[in-house]
Nanobody
Framework: QVQLVESGGGSVQTGGSLRLSCVAS????????KGWFRQVPGKEREGVAV???????TYTETVKGRFTISQDSEKNTLYLQMNKLEPEDTAMYYC?????????????????WGQGTQVTVSS
């Protein structure tokens, strides 16, 4: 079992920045936090950014150039640096873990999920 705890959410104005963190505990073979997703009420959860075991990142189109996903050297902590935030980025953000070497932005690729951290961007 892998437990994930997100932090770093909050309220900012348009153009502001936030850095989300996700700390993993417990261990399942080759399973590490590798993805950030977000969800607004009434909509499906959306893949925001994922990172492969080789360190290659994939982003959804709307955050390219503004968000950066990264891991610590032990791969137990996942980060999401969010710059130039827009009201459309307002959502609950979830961290997810997977044993997949190169996950996609699909939530079907992920096995474990955190409880989420709220990000609110005001205009």
């Amino acid at each position: 079992q892998v437990q994930l705890v997100e932090s770093g959410g909050g309220s900012v104005q348009t153009g502001g920045s936030l850095r989300l963190s996700c700390v993993a505990s417990g261990y399942t073979t080759n399973t590490y936090p590798k993805g950030w997703f977000r969800q607004v009420p009434g909509k499906e959860r959306e893949g925001v950014a994922v990172v492969s075991s080789a360190g290659v990142a994939t982003y959804t189109e709307t955050v390219k150039g503004r968000f950066t996903i990264s891991q610590d050297s032990e791969k137990n902590t996942l980060y999401l640096q969010m710059n130039k935030l827009e009201p459309e980025d307002t959502a609950m953000y979830y961290c997810a873990a997977t044993p997949k070497w190169w996950p996609s932005l699909s939530e079907a690729d992920f096995t474990y999920w955190g409880q989420g951290t709220q990000v609110t961007v005001s205009s």
